[in-house]
């Protein structure tokens, strides 16, 4: 069940990022050892959280999640990775890469490392404008009920505020993908999800299942 601190401001430690690669076909084996000695390069201060492989979705595809314990710390991470020849260690292999930078709900503490999965879906939305606000609140009414004991754990969530916004994401681990579909379907049956007016902020959605790294921290 998520926590909900006293206060809504939590500084550093809600800075994160999303690093995706999009890496030729049948690379992603080669990859990943590559990419799990590089990620040991970053600066102090930059946690790796998951780093995780797309099952169902887009093929190919590694999706990795940093945090940042300030904005000092992700600022000049980020220019070390743009400066450096090749910071993840894969270049030659991708054919595409977007970073992304997020803020936590600020009422959410995100699952500590470990074993939650394997499967955990990242799903993400764009939003009307003025979507951000309202959001926040139907998470912070609905999530303690939806993270119950009779449906499932949420990693965490987040809002962007690089690239596409305003836009957010979830993450959910789960057992299996038989388990996804139960809890799902039980939740909108109960009627403890979606939050309270959520549809009317969104605009756009993309779903994808992964499998974490074996050096994921989340897995």
Known sequence: MPHFPPS???????????????????????????????????????????????????????????????????????????????AFGIGDFVLEQTMDDYRLFPFLSPLLP??????YELREYDLVPSGVAPTL??????VSARTGEPYSAVYAAFYATSGRIPRYLHIWPYASLEQRLDVRTRAVRDGVWPPENSAPQLQKMNSVA???AAFSPLR
């Open 8 to 86: 809504l401001e939590t500084p550093g430690t809600d800075l994160y990022e999303l690093i995706r690669f999009t890496l030729r076909v049948r690379t992603p084996s080669q990859a990943l050892p590559r990419l799990e000695s590089a990620l040991q390069d970053a600066l102090e201060g930059v946690e790796l959280v998951g780093c995780w492989l797309s099952e169902i979705g887009p093929q190919n595809t590694i999706a990795v999640m940093r945090r940042f314990s300030s904005l000092q710390v992700q600022a000049a991470e980020r220019q070390r990775v743009l400066l450096a020849a090749d």
């Open 114 to 119: 470990g074993p939650h999965g394997p499967f």
């Open 137 to 142: 609140a139907g998470w912070q009414k609905a």
């Open 210 to 212: 992964y499998l974490p």
